[in-house]
């Protein structure tokens, strides 16, 4: 059984910086496509980053490029995040989604259906 645990939320400043971490384990973490994935209250699930399985590619929102970053350690089976400039906007729980199929994820990445795995999510605090 594939389980993702995400840690390393919690309530920053803006202007801040938090990483967040999700460890994978149960199945080959190197060959899944990784993403973030946020929520906000009220509001809808909304893609944050990405990373291919091959660690190569990144993809991000445009409202988090330049202040986040997605790397991934295929040897500790971890993706992390993370997050600079934080902005009260960005308070959300987080989650990370793993992908088991390599097709179409440079143009799919953002779309949370082609993910199958999914964390318990942990939450961001942004304070103003």
């Known amino acids: 059984q594939v389980r993702l645990v995400e840690s390393g939320g919690g309530l920053v400043q803006a202007g801040g910086s938090l990483s967040l971490s999700c460890a994978v384990s149960?199945?080959?973490?190197?060959?899944?496509?990784m993403g973030w994935f946020r929520q906000a209250p009220g509001k809808e699930r909304e893609f944050v980053a990405a990373?291919?399985?091959?660690?190569?590619?990144?993809y991000y929102a445009d409202f988090v490029k330049g202040r986040f970053t997605i790397s991934r350690d295929n040897d500790k089976n971890t993706v992390f995040l993370r997050m600079d400039s934080l902005k009260p906007e960005d308070t959300a729980v987080y989650y990370c989604?793993?992908?088991?199929?390599?097709?179409?994820?440079?143009?799919?990445?953002?779309?949370?259906?082609?993910?199958?795995?999914w964390g318990q999510g942990t939450q961001v605090t942004v304070s103003s």
């Open positions: 989604a793993a992908d088991e199929s390599h097709r179409y994820f440079e143009t799919q990445y953002s779309m949370e259906g082609r993910y199958d795995y």
């Open positions: 149960g199945h080959t973490f190197s060959s899944y496509g």
């Open positions: 990373v291919a399985w091959t660690g190569v590619h990144l």
